[in-house]
């Protein structure tokens, strides 16, 4: 599964709530801090872009490898497109074709408007919104996109079998510009024929009661493969059947070339292991056989200690109202060693900090175990994976292979800090903090407090404390208030630590400034800006903010008589000011050391009370004031990627180096795509 960031990003938080610039010391001397990470913005969409460090410190052997499995999963990216909709690659032929037109005035308000639906287009892989799969349609006149397709030679328009310009238009108009043909891409609406209403390529002329009944004359033993995962359905002969995709059948111009990008790959393989993995992929690829995919996964998995690392497959059924068919996605990896190495050093120390934690000692573990977590660097993504991006992974799909062999869960760091990079300089900040210092502060060391509280958070937090003997599992004694505090006492485990000398002394931070940027955006998070995710009117419902108001609001009363934590005005605007840090750190310790009380004798009434009182209501006043300053940043709420280029350096036909190259136009990019990896015909 894949965890995307979608609206979330409204918030402009990630997470604990933090955003900031990437200067963590130990990324300093990888990453250019003068890297331009938001590029580009039109409609709903912000482009960014990321860093991958960590590349030049790869063997040519890494590198070599890594490129064979990046042109692989480009030469794939047809095929997203026209899962995402039968017209789509004729849609993008015909983009390509304007674009590509030296004729073409590239100037004046229609332009801007045609130049906007192209962007929207390859940002979503086709004409249906990323994120809702709606229909979007150009703003420009059906004249003035005449007249451009009218300038362009024939030869490069994707005209069919006697087709003219005039005809082609004609069939484009309705595909285009009609808001009413093919509306949604997926129809999940209760009542309707979800195969039928759903304007996908993944079903043709068949009904979903059509489809239910296909698939359920396959076995069911409980162990077997994702059936239907790497097919379109269609009716031939009155009969219901499967276009497999693979070598020789749909896509198979497409996958030849992944194989045999693949094929190249393999000698390059770090390991035994990965070798086998991508020998199966090569198998699935030219058989179709869902059996060799779960092989592979198999293998995949149990490939633990490969540097460069791949997805790459049908994997995600979102797109598919009926959740059978996989989208084309392919995400390329280096492992993060800098982060793994971190969260490591944390994990290692559980039993110190379980040790140590304000908890009463009848409810702390005997014996704790850290939970080791992984990072990755992305290298590229494609089909769809890009340009709108997971943050993490965690893969196989396949519920029994999951069970009987394991799965890999991995953040993506270099997306997540270009993410909290392009955070920091939407003016967001700027916008709620007041001291200057601090606002400093938090852009210095924000970035690695977000890493350490959410490292914190997984390794060490929700693997702390212990129920006492016979009291039954949250879920049945805290009920529906058990995932809020749950992840409310994760939270201020790793609250509390974050300010404690422990973390310099393992090496992990520099110095206690990076916990008081956490405890500062931490603070405004809860008690203000996460707000800016409600409408007017509504009581907060999602778990996790309901825990970082739990949080924040809890300390603010409990430390009110000192002054702690205060809510100060300058020029009609509100501002969250912390007075007292180290204070602030007892009150987390005792809101954790109640909150596993609560949860260690299974006090209903106690938890429900404090998620209550704490972390449901809303100041309507500060709420609307919250809202108002948020919109007047007029922030994108969508953000995707420009990805990385690599280049191969030859010499004699051997590649005796990979250079990494950071595009800086999506359009470029895109246009580039297009004459690189096209590979199917118009109509598949
Ligand atoms: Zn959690």
């Known amino acids: 599964m894949n965890k995307k960031i979608g609206m979330m990003l409204l918030s402009g938080a990630l997470f604990s709530g933090s955003m900031y610039s990437c200067k963590s010391p130990e990324k300093q001397s990888q990453q250019k801090n003068d890297f331009q990470v938001s590029v580009d913005a039109f409609a709903d969409l912000e482009i960014l872009r990321y860093q991958v460090p960590g590349w030049d410190q790869l063997s040519l052997q890494q590198k070599t490898l890594a490129f064979y499995l990046y042109q692989a ?218 059996k060799k995919w779960d092989e592979y996964n198999i293998s995949w998995v149990q490939d633990t200690t490969s540097t460069i690392d791949f997805a790459n497959g049908f994997i995600e059924v979102y797109n598919d109202a009926m959740g059978i068919k996989g989208s084309y996605e392919a995400v390329l990896s280096l492992r993060d060693f800098e982060t793994t190495k971190r969260i490591k050093a944390i994990a290692d120390q559980a039993q110190w900090f379980e040790d140590n934690s304000p908890l009463k000692p009848e409810h702390k573990k005997k014996i704790v175990k850290g939970i080791s977590a992984k990072a990755i660097t992305a290298i590229v993504e494609a089909g769809d994976a890009a340009p709108s991006t997971p943050i993490g992974i965690n893969l196989p799909n396949s519920d029994w292979l999951r069970k009987e062999y394991g799965s890999k869960s991995v953040s993506l760091s270099n997306i997540i800090h270009a ?86 002394e393992i090496g992990v931070m520099p110095s206690l400034e990076v916990g008081k940027a956490e405890y500062d955006s931490y603070m405004m998070n809860g008690l203000m800006t996460q707000l800016t995710r409600l409408k007017l009117g509504d009581n907060i419902e999602e778990s996790h903010m309901r825990n970082r108001a739990l949080n924040a609001y809890w300390v603010y009363e409990h430390g009110k008589q000192d002054n702690v934590v205060e809510f100060v005005k300058e020029n009609g605007k509100t501002y969250v000011q912390i007075n007292d840090y180290d204070k602030l750190r007892v009150l987390f310790g005792d809101l954790l050391r109640e909150i596993q009380r609560v949860k260690s004798e299974g006090d209903y009434e106690a938890g429900k009370n404090l998620v209550e009182h704490y972390g449901v209501k809303v100041d309507p006043e500060l709420h609307k004031e919250v809202l108002d300053r948020y919109a007047k940043l007029n922030l994108k709420p969508y953000k995707g990627f420009i990805q990385p280029k690599l280049v191969a350096v030859e010499k004699d036909g051997e590649i005796t180096d990979v250079k990494l190259e950071y595009p800086e136009s999506l359009y470029e990019q895109m246009l580039g795509y297009g004459k690189e990896y096209s590979y199917l015909p118009v109509i598949n």
């Not at 790497?230 to 896509?251: F, H, I, L």
């Not at 210092?437 to 509280?453: A, C, F, T």
């Not at 997984?458 to 749950?486: F, M, R, W």
């Not at 201020?492 to 974050?498: C, G, Q, R």
């Open 73 to 290: 999963a480009l030469s794939g990216r047809d095929i997203i497109y026209d899962q995402r909709g039968k017209y789509n690659l004729g849609i993008r032929k015909t983009l390509e074709a304007i674009f590509n037109n030296s004729k073409t005035d590239q100037s004046g308000a229609d332009w801007d408007k045609f130049k906007t639906y192209a962007g929207r287009f390859w940002f979503s892989n086709g004409n249906h919104h990323h994120y809702s799969n709606d229909k979007f349609i150009p703003e420009c006149s059906f004249e003035y996109f005449t007249n451009l397709v009218k300038a362009c030679d024939e030869k490069e328009l994707p005209l069919q079998e006697g087709e003219t310009a005039d005809t082609f238009l004609n069939r484009m108009k309705q595909v285009m510009f009609d808001p009413a043909f093919e509306p949604k891409m997926v129809n999940l609406t209760e009542g309707i024929d979800h195969v039928a209403k759903s304007s996908n390529n993944f079903y043709e002329g068949v009904t979903q009661k059509e489809v239910e009944d296909f698939y359920d004359t396959f076995p069911h033993t409980g162990q077997d493969p994702e059936w239907g995962l790497n097919s379109k359905v269609v009716k031939a002969d009155g009969k219901v059947q499967e276009k497999v995709w693979k070598v020789g059948g749909m896509y198979g111009a497409a996958m030849e070339k992944m194989v045999a990008y693949l094929e190249k790959a393999l000698p390059f393989a770090e390991n035994e292991q990965q070798q086998k993995t991508l020998a199966l992929l090569i198998e699935y690829y030219k058989t179709g056989d869902l």
């Open 419 to 504: 993410y909290n990079e392009s955070s920091a300089s939407s003016g967001f900040l700027d916008e709620f903090m007041n001291d200057k210092q601090k606002l400093e502060r938090i852009k210095e060391y924000g970035n690695l407090g977000s890493d350490l509280h959410t490292d914190m958070h997984e390794c060490i937090g929700h693997a702390s404390g212990q129920i006492n003997p016979g009291v039954a599992t949250p879920d049945k004694t805290l009920k529906s208030y058990a995932s809020c505090l749950e992840e409310a006492r994760a939270d201020l485990v790793a609250l509390y630590y974050i300010l404690d000398p422990k973390l310099v």
